[in-house]
C-alpha cells in the first residue's frame, strides 16, 4: 500500500517539484519519481525545467537512437518530456526491422492489475513503453480503463 503523504512533505513537494532533479525529489521523499509525480499533479504543480541549447543537441544527437528510457536517464527527464520535445522538434525514431520489445508475464499481471486505475504518465513510467504500446496491449487483454474522478487523497 502507498504510503501516504505527510502535510510537512506536502509543502516541501510545492517549494521543490517545480526545479528540483528528478533524483533529489526520489531522495527527498524516498518515493519513485511517478509517486511524486502523481502527487504533485493532484496538487495541480508543474515542473519549471526548460530546455537548455545542450539538451536540444543531445536529444537532436540521440533520440533516433537511444530508447525513451535512455533518453530520460541521459537528460534527467521524463519520458512524456523527451517525447513533446521531440515532437515539437520534428524528430523521429529510426525505423528498426524488429519488432518491439515482447511483454513479459509479470508486466502483463502488473497491468491487469493497474491499467484501469493508473494515469498515462504513470503507465508510461512504469513500463517504459508508449502509450500506444500500453493501449494495444491493454486491447488484447480486454482490459477497460476506468473514468478519470477527482475525489479526496
Do not use: C
Amino acid at each position: 500500500m502507498a504510503k501516504k503523504w505527510t502535510n510537512k512533505e506536502i509543502q516541501l513537494l510545492k517549494k521543490m517539484y517545480p526545479h528540483e532533479d528528478r533524483k533529489t525529489l526520489e531522495q527527498t521523499f524516498n518515493r519513485s519519481m511517478a509517486a511524486v509525480t502523481f502527487k504533485a499533479n493532484s496538487l495541480n504543480l508543474k515542473r519549471q525545467k526548460y530546455w537548455t541549447k545542450k539538451e536540444e543537441e543531445l536529444l537532436k544527437k540521440y533520440y533516433p537512437k537511444l530508447s525513451d528510457s535512455e533518453l530520460s536517464n541521459l537528460l534527467d527527464r521524463s519520458i512524456a518530456s523527451i517525447r513533446n520535445k521531440a515532437s515539437r522538434l520534428s524528430l523521429r525514431k529510426e525505423n528498426k526491422n524488429s519488432s518491439s520489445k515482447p511483454w513479459t508475464q509479470e508486466e502483463i499481471k502488473t497491468l491487469k492489475k493497474i491499467y484501469p486505475k493508473t494515469n498515462k504518465n504513470q503507465l508510461e513510467e512504469r513500463f517504459q513503453r508508449s502509450m500506444n504500446a500500453i493501449r494495444n496491449k491493454a486491447f488484447q487483454l480486454n482490459l477497460k480503463r476506468k473514468p478519470n474522478k477527482k475525489g479526496p487523497d
